[in-house]
C-alpha cells in the first residue's frame, strides 16, 4: 500500500469534521472521495497533506509514518496535491509557475547561486527542461508566458496539476479537479488523469462529477457527516443501500433508477 | 557566449555607467557627491529590505532599528573601543545578522498585520536602548569620530570619491545578490511564499526555515548599511536608528519597486534628490513630495522599476505576437479549432 489511513479524525471545537476514517490508497491506482457537501471530505485532505492535525488516528506513506507531518515535509515525502479553488502564483507566468514547483524540491543555496557552482547550473537547467516537459504533458505548452491570473480557468487547472508534478510526487492528490469547468474540458481532464498514472503517479481525488468519478475510479471511499459509509470499487458503491439513502436521504430510493440518484443529487453537477 | 541585447540589461547599465562616473561630473560638487554616498549605504539598507518585504512578502519595520545597530556598532567600537574600521564593519554585520535571526524567531511567528506590528515594536525597542543607554551609547550627544576605512595601498579613503568607489562595491554586491535571488530557485521560493503560503508549503517549501532565513540576511544588509553610514558621516546620533528612518526605507524601495534589482538603488536615490530640490522649502517639502508618492502610489503600485519592467514585458509580448500572426497566419485553422472542418468542406 501506497498510504494507509487509520482511524483518522478531526474535532473543531465539538464538530467532528472527520471521525474515524480508515482506507488505503493502493500503488498506481485511482481512488476518490466522494460524498455530499459537508461529508468531509475536503478536511480529509487537509489531514492527509499535512494542513490539519489529526486529533487521532494514524496516516502513513510508503511504509513511513507521517502522521501531523507539517505540509512541506508531506509534500517532500512525496505527497502532492491541488486546492479546491485552483490556487496558482497568479502574478507569474505559466513557466514561472511551474518553475517554482522545481525550486521547492531544490537543494542549491543562496551560496550556489551567488557563485553560479555547477550544481547550481545543473539545477537550473534540470528546472527548466522539467517544465518544459511537464507544459507539453499537461498540453498548455503554448501559455508558457502568459501570466496565470490570465489564462483560461482549463488552463489553470491543469497547470495547478503540472506545478504539484513538479515536485515530483509519488502520490497526486486533487481536491475537485472538475469543479466548474464544462463538460468537454471534464473528459479531457479525465484523459489527463489516466495520462499521470500511466506516469507512474498514483492518483487520489476528491470529486462531485460522478461521471468522472465512476469512469476513472478504482476504489471509492464514501463519507457522510464526516464517516465512512462505503469503501469499495465503483460497482459496489453504486449499489450500497447506505450511499444511496446518504445521497437521496432515506425512503426516496424507489422514484429514480439508483445511479440516476447519486448524479440527482450532486452539487456542481453541469456548472 | 551568445549575447543578447535585454532592455533591462540596458537600464541596468545605463544606471551602473551613472553611478561609475558620478564622482567625476560631480568633482566640483562635493556636497551633491556626499548626498550620493549617504544615499548608497540607505540603498543597501534598502536591498535589505527588499529580502523580506519584496520577496518574502514580509512588511518589516525594524529595519530602521536593524540600521542603528550597524551605525553604532561601526561608531563605538572604532571610537571607544579603538577597533579598525574593516573589523568593526564585520562585527557590525554579524551582530545584525544575529540580532535579525533572534528577533525573526519571535516576530515570524506573526503573520501580516501583527509581523508590521511586531517589528515595529522592535524598532521602535532598539532606538529606545540606542537613545537612552547613555553610559554605552552617550545618547543624545552623540558618537564623534568614527573612522573612515584604513588606507590599503595607494587607496585613501579620507578622499570622498575613493570612499564612494568602495561603497559602490558593496552595493554591486547587494543588487548582485537581489539579481540572483530573481534568477535562481531561492528567490523563487520567496516569491511563491509571498504569493501563497499554503500553495508554497504545499510544494514542499518550509515557509518558515525560509521566512528566518530571508529575515536574518534582510537584517545583514540593513547592518551592513548602517556601518558604512556611520563610517561615512563621522559623527552618529540617535536619529539613525529611528522609526522615520524605517519609513523613509520603505518609501525608497516603494518608489523604486519591490522584488526588483535595480529599484533599490533607483528609488533611494530619485527621492533623496527630490529632497535636496525642494530643500529651500524646508519642512514644507513633504507637502510637495507628499503628491509626488501619492501619484506614484496609484499610477505605479509597482513602482519606477516595477513599472518599466512591465512595460518592456509588454512590449516584448506584443512584438513576438506580432511576429507570430506574420509567420503562422496560414496555419490559423488548427485541428482543435472547431471551424476547420467548416472550411475544409467548403
Known amino acids: 500500500m501506497l498510504m494507509q489511513v487509520r482511524g483518522l479524525s478531526k474535532t473543531f471545537g465539538g464538530l467532528h469534521a472527520v471521525e474515524d476514517v480508515s482506507f488505503d490508497i493502493a500503488e498506481g491506482e485511482i481512488t476518490a472521495i466522494i460524498g455530499p457537501n459537508g461529508a468531509g471530505k475536503s478536511t480529509l485532505f487537509n489531514l492527509i497533506t499535512g494542513f490539519y492535525r489529526p486529533t487521532a ?16 515535509r508531506t509534500a517532500q515525502a512525496g505527497v502532492a496535491r491541488t486546492f479546491q479553488t485552483t490556487k496558482l502564483f497568479e502574478h507569474s507566468s505559466i513557466a514561472e509557475n511551474v518553475l517554482a514547483g522545481c525550486a ?21 537547467k534540470a528546472s527548466m527542461d522539467k517544465t518544459l516537459e511537464l507544459l507539453e504533458f499537461t498540453g498548455i505548452l503554448e501559455f508558457k508566458d502568459e501570466i496565470a491570473a490570465n489564462v483560461p480557468h482549463e488552463v489553470q487547472k491543469r ?20 469543479a466548474g469547468i464544462t463538460e468537454d474540458e471534464t473528459a479531457r481532464f479525465g484523459q489527463l488523469i489516466r495520462q499521470i498514472v500511466a506516469r507512474g503517479v498514483t492518483v487520489g481525488l476528491v470529486e462531485h462529477k460522478m461521471s468522472l468519478i465512476m469512469s476513472l475510479a478504482d476504489n471509492i471511499l464514501v463519507l457522510d457527516q464526516g464517516r465512512r459509509i462505503a469503501w469499495g470499487t465503483p460497482e459496489e458503491v453504486r449499489s450500497d443501500p447506505r450511499v444511496i439513502e446518504a445521497y437521496l436521504g ?10 440516476d440518484g447519486i448524479q440527482e443529487r450532486t452539487p456542481g453537477q453541469g456548472a | 557566449m551568445k549575447l543578447t541585447f535585454s532592455i533591462r540589461g540596458v537600464g541596468a547599465l545605463l544606471v551602473a555607467a551613472a553611478l561609475l562616473f558620478a564622482p567625476l561630473i560631480l568633482a566640483e560638487q562635493n556636497y551633491l557627491l556626499r548626498v550620493l554616498i549617504t544615499g548608497i549605504t540607505y540603498a543597501i539598507a534598502v536591498y535589505g529590505l527588499n529580502i523580506i518585504l519584496g520577496f518574502t512578502g514580509q512588511l518589516s519595520l525594524a529595519h530602521g532599528g536593524f540600521f542603528g545597530i550597524g551605525v553604532y556598532t561601526m561608531g563605538l567600537l572604532t571610537t571607544d573601543y579603538d577597533w579598525s574600521f574593516w573589523s568593526a564593519l564585520l562585527a557590525a554585520i554579524v551582530l545584525t545578522t544575529v540580532v535579525g535571526f533572534l528577533a525573526g524567531l519571535l516576530a515570524l511567528r506573526t503573520r501580516e498585520a501583527y509581523f508590521a506590528i511586531f517589528t515595529m515594536a522592535l524598532g521602535l525597542i532598539i532606538y529606545m536602548v540606542i537613545s537612552r543607554w547613555e553610559d554605552v551609547t552617550h545618547a543624545y550627544s552623540g558618537v564623534l569620530g568614527v573612522k573612515l576605512p584604513e588606507d590599503i595601498g595607494p587607496l585613501d579613503f579620507s578622499e570622498p570619491a575613493t570612499y564612494y568607489y568602495l561603497l559602490l562595491v558593496f552595493l554591486a554586491a547587494a543588487a548582485y545578490v537581489t539579481y540572483t535571488l530573481r534568477v535562481s530557485n531561492v528567490g523563487r521560493r520567496l516569491l511563491a511564499i509571498r504569493t501563497s503560503e499554503d500553495l508554497a508549503s504545499s510544494i514542499g517549501i518550509n515557509v518558515g526555515l525560509n521566512k528566518q532565513l530571508a529575515f536574518t540576511a534582510s537584517a545583514g544588509f540593513a547592518g551592513l548599511g548602517g556601518a558604512l553610514f556611520a563610517s561615512a558621516e563621522g559623527f552618529i546620533g540617535p536619529n539613525s536608528s529611528s522609526i522615520d528612518l ?13 522584488a526588483t534589482v535595480m529599484g533599490p538603488i533607483v528609488g533611494t536615490l530619485l527621492v533623496l534628490m527630490l529632497f535636496e530640490a525642494f530643500q529651500d522649502f524646508q519642512a514644507y517639502r513633504f507637502i510637495l513630495l507628499g503628491p509626488v508618492i501619492i501619484a506614484l502610489v496609484i499610477y505605479a503600485p509597482q513602482g519606477l522599476i516595477g513599472r518599466l519592467n512591465q512595460l518592456t514585458f509588454y512590449w516584448k509580448r506584443r512584438r ?21 472542418e467548416k472550411t475544409e468542406v467548403r
Open chain 1, 250 to 259: 432515506a425512503g426516496s430510493q424507489g422514484s429514480t433508477s439508483q445511479e
Open chain 1, 159 to 178: 497547470a495547478a496539476v503540472a506545478l504539484a508534478l513538479a515536485t515530483e510526487p509519488e502520490l497526486l492528490l486533487l481536491d475537485e479537479p472538475a
Open chain 1, 57 to 72: 488516528g494514524s496516516v502513513t506513506f510508503k511504509a513511513k509514518d507521517i502522521t501531523g507531518h507539517p505540509a512541506h
Open chain 2, 320 to 340: 513576438a505576437a506580432a511576429q507570430k500572426t506574420a509567420v503562422g497566419a496560414p496555419e490559423q485553422n488548427s485541428p482543435a479549432d472547431p471551424h476547420n
Open chain 2, 246 to 258: 524605517t519609513f523613509e526605507l520603505l518609501m525608497f524601495l516603494l518608489v523604486g519597486g519591490v
Open chain 1, 104 to 124: 521547492a524540491g531544490s537543494r542549491s543555496t543562496l551560496i550556489d547561486a551567488v557563485f553560479r557552482t555547477p550544481r547550481h547550473r545543473r539545477e537550473e
